[in-house]
């Protein structure tokens, strides 16, 4: 049983972890090779590992895998991943051509119910009671930026994803009208990359460690922006 497995090992690294360190679980689905015709959940799919000028499909499972991060013991700055949640995603099979009305709004709720996001979510919600007081941070690429992950996500819960440098971003509004619906968004913010290039936003130095040495990191940071598919959740631009 994988659940009763992966419960197991997530209590086992949650005694190894600080009570002040943060917890970072990172999230990202993989594709898992396979040859036979008749393994479940095999479907014709992209090869990520392809060349760039090439759409290459591969016979694969695809997967969902949550990993925690851990301090390596006796390194003061080395850590590792340890996979604490591991789930089969499979989407559903294509419909005939020649499929009833009926069918295809039974595809169309089938496919929600296993969309890669609304999963991610579920998962999250089991395993959140484990965690107790501790607040997650979840670490993920663009994948589970979108509308329906954040939309679901729990308050308790921040998430840092990645974002499109032409992202349309806003201000919060600046007032509120005396009747009717309240304002989300307000003025229009620039863009991530053009924030990026502006002079009149300062750079700030932090001091990161990657690859066994220190670094001082430039950052831009814009605190408190609004975007479409997060809708009034406030956002840090980083």
């Known amino acids: ?18 009570e002040s360190a943060p917890l970072c679980i990172s999230i990202d689905d993989s594709l898992l090779p396979k040859t036979g015709p008749k393994v479940p959940g095999v479907a ?14 591969i016979r694969a499972q695809r997967v969902l895998q949550f990993s925690l991060i851990l301090p390596i013991p006796g390194s003061p700055s080395a850590v590792r991943g340890i996979p604490i949640q591991f789930l089969h995603a499979p989407t559903p099979p294509k419909l005939r051509a020649d499929a009833s009305p009926e ?7 089938l496919s ?10 579920d998962q999250l919600a089991i395993m959140k009671p484990g965690f107790g ?8 690429d663009a994948r589970f930026t979108t509308h329906r992950f954040i939309k679901d996500l729990s308050a308790d819960v921040t998430l840092i994803g990645r974002i499109r440098k032409d992202a349309k971003l806003f201000y919060p509004p600046n007032e509120q009208p005396a009747r009717g619906r309240r304002r989300t ?28 040495a220190d670094h001082d990191c430039r950052i831009k940071v814009v605190d408190e922006v609004r975007w479409v598919p997060a809708g009034a959740k406030p956002l840090r631009l980083v």
């Open 185 to 212: 968004y307000g003025p229009l913010c620039p863009t991530p990359n053009q924030i990026r290039v502006d002079d009149h936003v300062a750079w700030q130095i932090i001091p990161i460690h990657a690859a066994g």
């Open 44 to 57: 014709w799919r992209r090869d990520p590992q392809g060349p760039p000028f090439q759409t290459n499909l």
């Open 133 to 140: 007081s501790r607040r997650p941070i979840v670490l993920s």
């Open 1 to 18: 049983d994988p659940a009763a497995m992966f419960s197991g090992i997530r209590a086992a690294c949650l005694q190894q972890l600080p």
């Open 103 to 109: 069918q295809k709004q039974q595809h169309r709720e």
């Open 112 to 121: 929600d119910s296993l969309n890669l996001s609304t999963r991610a979510i």
